[in-house]
């Protein structure tokens, strides 16, 4: 596999930024594995909050047996919250923020400076170009994808997500992550939507389409139907678990991408919710109601 000629970077310290649904799995998973890891975030009431879930995820894996006292220990000891940047010095940085280019940029040309040239700055994007993200970027070639899946402590997949600018051995050093993080890496070009998320539109848009169509409108019949066939999640609980204008966002940016397809348009009744605040488990309700 690394039959290139050249040393795979070793990396030691991981800084995570974005503290939400994905950042807080992709810290725990860091940190879990023995990495030095930083988890940053502007909000500080979300970055209590994960500090909290990744809390009580150790404590329940200690408790189920999968991790020893010591192994627990040794976890929350790897892990640093912070809301500066200034502390995100690390080998790897991997952003997991809001999926909007521009505030995805912004935030890569602020670790750029407050990291050396040699930082590899991967993305955690699900549908927003590498390569336009890069392209801003000082020294692209060490900008890459680097997509978990959510939950991020559990789902094995890591699309690694090689731009236009990607050098080989910034591909290599993230394959290596991934491997180290327990995880199973592919590697992928920068297409519309990358695999998974290319693949999985139409999970999401047909259900929403029965619905707005009044074809079936109980939505929880759906995803029963859907599970009974073998999918893991129904559409509408799986768009609650990522968050609505997660999904949302990546629908407009892959259908965009692919020239506007009718098949692929993203759903009106999803952009309502989103309009409303109503994001999924993250906010309390969603397509369903939770209680925390
Ligand atoms: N939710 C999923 O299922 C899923 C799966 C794979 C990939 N992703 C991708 O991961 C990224 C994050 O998604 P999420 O669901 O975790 O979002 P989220 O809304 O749960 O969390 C985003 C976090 O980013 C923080 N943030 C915003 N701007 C910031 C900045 N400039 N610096 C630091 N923090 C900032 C916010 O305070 C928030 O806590 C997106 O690019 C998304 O496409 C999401």
Partial sequence: MFARNQKIMAITTIAVCGAGTMGSGIAQAAAQNNFKTILFDVNSAVLAKAKDTIVKSIDNLTVKGKLTQAQAAQTLAQLHFTDNIADCKADVVIEAIVEKLDAKVSLLQQLALVNSEA?????????????????????????AGMHFFNPATIMRLVEVVRGTHTNDATIDALVTLAKQLQKQPVVCKDAPG????????????????????????????????????????????????????????????????????KRLTPSSLQGAKVAAGDLGKKTGKGFYNYTT
């Fill in 194 to 261: 990358f695999i998974v998320n290319r693949v999985a539109r139409p999970y999401y848009l047909e259900a929403m389409q029965l619905v707005t169509n009044g074809e079936v409108t109980d939505i929880a019949l759906i995803d029963e139907a859907l599970q009974n066939s073998g999918f893991k999640m129904g559409p509408f609980a799986l768009m609650d678990l990522i968050g609505l204008d997660i999904n949302y966002s990546v629908s407009n940016i892959v259908w965009d991408a692919l020239g506007q397809p």
């Fill in 119 to 143: 930082t590899i700055l991967a993305t955690n994007t699900s549908s927003i170009p590498v390569s336009a993200i890069a392209a801003a970027v000082p020294k692209p070639e060490r900008v």
